[in-house]
């Protein structure tokens, strides 16, 4: 019954959400038994979910004490930096509650200068650093060593040289009957086309996998969530 009652809850839940979708809007009689119905669930879910989030929440920052506090007392590898994750933990979370400096979403305030003098040079310092990383990954990818290696290949000097003046002025010279011949509008042909297509393939495999995976979960098939037993 504890790994039966989990998925009972999780298909009655779940099923009450999808259903809730196809239900029409009330009309100028005002709502039936079934709308109203739908409409208090609507209502509520959303607020249990928010509870439940509040309790996630929760959770994670004492998984974050837990697993950085003991690597701090027991002085492992690297424990400054936990002890720095913690410090910045703590100052933002006494920050944001005690409003200091004013609401936490206003321009004033204390936290929203921490994102804005801390956080946002950090990302923008990681995402430089990145830059190199990623360069070098895509030295090592883009070698051409079969077809579609070739194709991704071509197709990123393609992008590469049309978006930049140098790749504008390589084919700037062409006539205005050849102007879809000229790089940029070659660029913007594979960015619009080849690549949309590629996104959209992507995206519908990805919502049919989450169909496939929820309808799993409804219907107790998936059992690996609630029947994880401890090794």
């Known amino acids: ?26 009309g100028p009689a005002g709502p039936t038994e079934w709308q109203a119905f739908f409409a208090y669930v609507d209502e509520n879910f959303s607020v249990w979910f ?7 929440f929760g959770l994670g920052a004492a998984s974050l004490l837990k697993v950085h506090g003991g690597r701090v007392l027991r002085r492992q590898r690297d424990w400054p930096y936990s002890l720095a994750g913690l410090i910045a933990f703590g100052v933002v979370l006494i920050a944001g509650l005690a409003r200091v400096g004013g609401d936490p979403s206003e321009a004033g305030s204390t936290v929203h200068w921490i994102f804005r003098a801390v956080i946002s040079p950090l990302q923008a310092s990681i995402f430089a650093l990145l830059a190199f990383y990623v360069a070098s990954a895509s030295y090592r990818a ?25 790749g504008h002025s390589l084919t ?7 102007a879809f011949l000229r790089l940029d509008n070659v660029a913007l042909w594979v960015v619009q ?15 049919l996998g989450t169909v496939a995976m929820s309808l799993r979960l409804l219907l107790g098939i998936e059992r690996g969530l609630f029947d994880r037993r401890e090794s």
């Not at 883009?142 to 140098?166: C, D, K, N, Q, W």
Request: glycine letters at 6%.
């Open 193 to 207: 086309v080849p690549n949309t297509a590629g996104q959209r393939a992507i995206t519908i495999g990805i919502a």
């Open 1 to 26: 019954m504890r790994r039966r009652l989990p998925r009972i809850v999780v298909g009655i839940v779940g099923s009450l959400l999808i259903l809730k979708a196809f239900v029409p809007r009330p």
């Open 142 to 166: 883009f070698r051409v060593r079969s077809r579609e290696a070739a194709a991704l290949l071509a197709a990123t000097l393609i992008i590469l040289a049309g978006r930049t003046p140098f």
């Open 172 to 178: 700037d010279w062409l006539p205005s009957s050849l």
């Open 50 to 56: 928010n509870i439940l989030a509040v309790f996630a």
